[in-house]
């Protein structure tokens, strides 16, 4: 059945709202991708995260033809009317209502394409608007972290300064410990040599020799004390 219209006969407008449909969907589907694209991309932080500036020109064509299509759907509505089979008639309201409500899905898949590219617009100006507080706030963050690093310095030396102390303080407790072993050693020795009558000049010469020995480990203490004051200044 071929009713004839103002704007050609019903078939030929069908054919051309299915072939407008096809491009529509085709549409959509490609701004689709390259919305996933554009999201999805890790190098894009900015406003370049939006989709570009020609997809407003593909959203426009869009909805261009999904116009067009109503107006097809309206042409189409009038002449399916004048259809004097009833069988006929209802086969083409069902045909017509079939692709004014594809259209209409297609006006709705617009809008949320829309709407969402509206707010990928709005957080990449909100993000860009941090970022340039954020750089204008550098200089306070750089005092900051050299204010923490210096903090952390002072952590580290003065675990080196105590680290340092508690070798020295067990330095001095093992010449404090051989001390008592020496004189020790001393009073077996000279009891020894009382017992076997030896003169006084060799017991004379052992004290001195002890004496000696004496000096030379207050010596060594004094000169770790000095070395630890020394590291304890050098890592201020």
């Not at 989709?51 to 020109?57: A, I, K």
């Not at 002449?79 to 045909?95: A, G, T």
């Not at 204008?136 to 102390?165: C, M, N, W, Y």
């Not at 010469?205 to 050098?234: H, Q, S």
Request: glycine share 4%; charged share 30%.
């Amino acid at each position: 059945m071929a009713v004839e219209g103002g704007g050609g006969n019903l078939s030929e407008l069908y054919s051309g709202s299915k072939r407008l449909a096809l491009k529509i969907r085709d549409s959509l589907e490609r701004l689709e991708r390259l919305e996933y694209t554009s999201s999805s991309s890790s190098s894009l932080s900015s406003s370049n995260a939006v989709v570009p500036g020609s997809s407003d020109d593909q959203a426009t064509a869009i909805r261009r033809d999904i116009n067009q299509i109503q107006s097809l759907c309206s042409d189409m509505d009038r002449l399916w009317r004048s259809i004097p089979s009833k069988p006929q008639r209802d086969l083409w309201k069902r045909k017509v209502e079939q692709v004014s409500e594809e259209a209409e899905s297609f006006r709705a898949s617009l809008d949320k394409y829309l709407s969402r590219h509206q707010k990928r617009i709005q957080e990449a100006q909100e993000r860009a608007e941090l970022l340039g507080r954020a750089s204008g706030d550098s200089h306070v963050l750089r005092i900051f972290d050299e204010e923490a690093q210096a903090v952390e310095s002072v952590r580290r030396s003065s675990r080196l300064l105590e680290d340092s102390f508690a070798t020295g303080v067990a330095i001095l407790s093992k010449y404090s410990e051989q001390r008592d072993h020496l004189k020790r050693a001393q009073r077996k020795a000279l009891d020894v040599l009382n017992t076997l009558g030896l003169s006084n000049s060799l017991l004379k010469l052992i004290e001195r020799r002890n004496r000696v020995d004496k000096w030379i480990k207050y010596a060594g203490m004094i000169l770790t004390i000095i070395i630890i004051i020394i590291f304890w200044r050098w890592t201020r």
